[in-house]
């Protein structure tokens, strides 16, 4: 499929039948409801890879929707640990009221993180749109004075980033890496697909030879290639680090990194709000709207 016509499909997507984005968004979602993401999460251990659990939603303007997914979290940390499942969680700032206040998500996070605790479990902060890089940032390391068992994000594109790592990497912060998909001005990101892959590979070698725990979390072999390099000239075990996949993304690949040796995660996201997460992730990434196209004509998903 070419670029011209995913963008094309990207182009028309308010025009697009929900039903249709949801036949597609089936294959990047768990599905609506926790028992949906737990067979996900038990199929996927089949398959030799961790999890990591997002309940959808963002940006929320009122208190009692942060309650709640506070509560949709602490209840999916409740059934990770009832099933067996090898899972921990990812979280949105903006979805617990980091947009609204810092102390109503510092005190909801919180909440999340001692549920974890209870469970010998890890929490995620999940790396937002740059007005909330700040923010996100020094509420990860707020919350790492109290509890050991949370980590964050940082994204390659993001020119701040370099220096980023100095702050985490001084209280030895667990940090996933990527390149980053919200659209950003020029003055604060990279915006060269070479640069941000080269950015990505100096960003996880700088974490690695810190001693962080890093989610390497890409499906480009560019960037994988990079760390592999790292992870080899530093002599890395496997148990200081783990690549991570988005749900439904290049399922060869992942099998590839799984039969060599390499723990991998896929981020399972599940809930009400697929169609907002859904159309982002076709608007982000154009190459995937290439699946509308499949779907409006009958054809299956693309296989990877």
Known sequence: ???????????????????LVKRVASRYVAGETLE???????????????????????SVTRPEQTEAARDEYIRALD?????????????????VGLAIDERLARENCAAICRAAGRHGNFVRLDMEDSPHTEGTIRLAL???????????????YLRRSLKDIDRLAAVKMNVRVCKGIYVERRKIAWKDHDTIVRNFGVLVDKLLSSGCYVGIAT????????????????????????????????????????????RLRVYVPYGRDWYAYSTRRLKENPSIAGHVLR??????PATG
């Open 142 to 156: 707020d919350l790492k004075r109290e509890f050991p068992n949370v980590g964050t994000v940082l994204q390659a």
């Open 36 to 58: 949906d993401a737990a067979r996900v999460m038990k199929s996927l251990a089949g398959e030799g890879a961790m999890a990591t659990l997002d309940v959808l939603g963002e």
């Open 219 to 262: 499906h480009d072999e560019a960037c994988i290639q990079m760390a592999l390099t790292s992870i080899d000239r530093l002599r890395l075990t496997p148990d200081r680090y783990e690549f991570q996949m988005l749900l439904g993304v290049d399922p060869l690949l992942r099998k590839i990194l799984t039969d060599g040796g390499h």
């Open 79 to 95: 059934a990770i640990e009832r099933e067996k499942l090898n899972a921990n969680v990812s979280v949105k700032p903006t979805a």
């Open 1 to 19: 499929m070419s670029s011209i016509l995913s963008r094309l499909v990207v182009g028309t997507l308010p025009l697009v039948p929900r039903a």
């Open 295 to 300: 779907a409006t004509f009958g054809l299956g």
